[in-house]
């Protein structure tokens, strides 16, 4: 498969709904700098605040979401990202839920995106890391919010009556795919060392990683692979599904 090239129709605005702060940096960071680079607005959309992550036990729940807002923050902007919208919902304890649509539902009517990013809706049975029940459930409840609460005038009718946003329909939407079977690859090679400088910026969740530069190279080079690129270039592949 051939690389991504820039829309020639012009700029895009691009969404990315994930469960947690660092999941858009493991999964898209390589992404999320390619298209910045290309000049493609991108906008991030995270569900929690990632309060059940890190491994310091001295530091209260409340401070690690702050801790890990500031981290993701940082990181966004090292990939050219500064509009991020954090939902709250508490980590560990996601579920698919109608007041979980909506909130999706009404971060797409504020962004107004023509993609849509996000996480895998279905469990792969060879990856647990890839299957987080947050990332399942992010996955499912974003692919609701795009169809049908978006786009409805009348899903969710506080969102138009109280708070004047209108219904969107978003064109497309990409499944992060951590395994076999993605169908649209984006050659990453170019932004890899960003990549990994996002990583380490949520010090909370990757200090303790001793060589987290080979393992992305690793991953990066066997989506290359599978994407059928030259030696030595790096990929990050997507499901991609026509929404319109």
Same mark, same amino acid.
């Given at each position: 498969m051939e690389p991504e090239q820039p829309d020639a129709t012009g700029p895009l605005t691009i969404l990315i709904v994930v469960a947690h702060p660092d999941d858009i940096d493991f999964g898209s960071g390589g992404s999320v700098a390619t298209w910045t680079g290309a000049g493609h607005r991108v906008v991030y959309c995270l569900i929690t605040d990632g309060d059940a992550g890190g491994f310091d036990e001295e530091i209260t729940r409340t401070d690690m979401a702050s801790l890990r807002r500031e981290e993701q923050t940082a990181a966004a902007g090292i990939l050219g990202v500064d509009e991020l919208h954090f939902l709250g919902w508490p980590?560990?304890?996601l579920y698919v839920?109608?007041?979980l649509r909506r909130d999706i539902a009404r971060v797409i #009517?504020? *962004?107004q995106p023509d993609r849509v990013v996000t996480q895998s809706p279905t469990r792969n049975l060879r990856s647990m890391y890839g299957s987080h029940p947050d990332h399942t459930a992010a996955g499912e409840a974003t692919m609701c919010a795009v169809y049908p609460d978006a786009r409805n005038p009348f899903a969710h009718p506080e969102l138009l009556a109280e708070e004047g946003l209108a219904a969107h329909t978003v064109s497309e939407v990409w499944i992060s795919h951590m395994g076999e079977g993605a169908d649209h690859y984006v050659d990453t090679t170019d932004a890899?060392? #960003?990549? *990994?400088?996002?990583l380490l910026a949520h010090k909370s969740q990757t200090a303790h990683m001793d060589d987290l530069r080979g393992r992305m190279w690793g991953w990066g080079r066997s989506q290359a692979k599978a994407a059928g690129f030259e030696p030595e270039r790096t990929a990050e592949g997507y499901v991609v599904l026509d929404t319109r």
């Open positions: 980590d560990g304890r839920t109608h007041e #009517r504020m *962004v890899f060392d #960003r990549k *990994v400088e996002a």
